[in-house]
């Protein structure tokens, strides 16, 4: 499995970020597809998924500011990034989960400057 993710960058308070991941050797369908802060200091922490089933789930503090969305049929997962906060910053990583399985990718670096 491998997960590739893309779109991060340095943008000032206030502005927007979409963050792309594909998938290679994974059949997205099957899995939960979720995207992961790590800010620094701290440690990795959900920011939104989106369930085979179309459940989605969304950190408190990204409500209203982020949306996930997945193209199963293009292994892909998205998160727009709206009205970015300087707490928003920190390298950010797609997950696959299924079963107890978790996969990561190389994650991608999102900056927000005040």
């Known amino acids: 499995v491998q997960l590739q993710a893309s779109g991060g960058g340095l943008v000032q308070a206030g502005g927007s970020l979409t963050l792309s991941c594909t998938g290679h050797?994974?059949?997205?369908?099957?899995?939960?597809m979720g995207w992961y802060q790590e800010a620094p200091g701290e440690q990795r922490a959900l920011v939104a998924s989106?369930?085979?089933?179309?459940?989605?789930t969304y950190a408190d503090s990204v409500k209203g500011r982020f949306t996930i969305s997945r193209n199963n049929a293009e292994n892909t997962v998205t998160l727009q990034m709206n009205n970015l906060k300087p707490e928003d910053t920190g390298r950010y990583y797609c997950?696959?989960?299924?079963?107890?399985?978790?996969?990561w990718g190389k994650g991608t670096q999102v900056t927000v400057s005040s």
């Open positions: 050797k994974i059949l997205f369908a099957r899995y939960t």
């Open positions: 997950n696959a989960y299924l079963n107890g399985v978790n996969h």
């Open positions: 989106t369930q085979r089933g179309g459940t989605i």
